[in-house]
């Protein structure tokens, strides 16, 4: 996998100065795998609301387990993570998600 606080650490960031992101939403595109889904990770872990955006919602629902195991590795709050399928090449899958996400948010 990608370790993204090696990856930063050169442009002076480091994983362990993240601010605490309670009451924060974030929407990580291609968080299914790679760098999306290390993204979504740090930041669930940092406690952000996570939307999950991948193109196949099973692979979706695979990064939010990873995620969940990585809290409870870390014996942390569960994480809050949202997996809802996007294919930015579709129009009418952006429209879907936005809807979606539109509809998650106001609940």
């Known amino acids: 996998g990608i370790n993204l606080g090696t990856l930063l650490q050169p442009a002076g960031f480091s994983l362990d100065r993240m601010p605490d992101l309670s009451g924060r939403t974030a929407v990580v595109t291609g968080a299914s795998s790679g760098l999306g889904l290390e993204v979504a990770k740090q930041l669930a872990l940092a406690n952000a609301t996570v939307v999950l955006?991948?193109?196949?919602?099973?692979?979706?629902?695979?990064?939010?387990?990873?995620?969940?195991?990585?809290?409870?590795?870390?014996a942390s709050a569960p994480a809050s993570t949202l997996p809802l399928a996007l294919d930015l090449e579709s129009l009418q899958s952006v429209a879907a998600f936005a809807a979606a996400l539109e509809a998650e948010l106001q609940r």
């Not at 995620?67 to 590795?73: G, H, K, S, Y």
């Open 53 to 74: 955006a991948c193109r196949n919602l099973s692979r979706c629902e695979r990064a939010q387990s990873l995620i969940a195991e990585a809290a409870a590795r870390r």
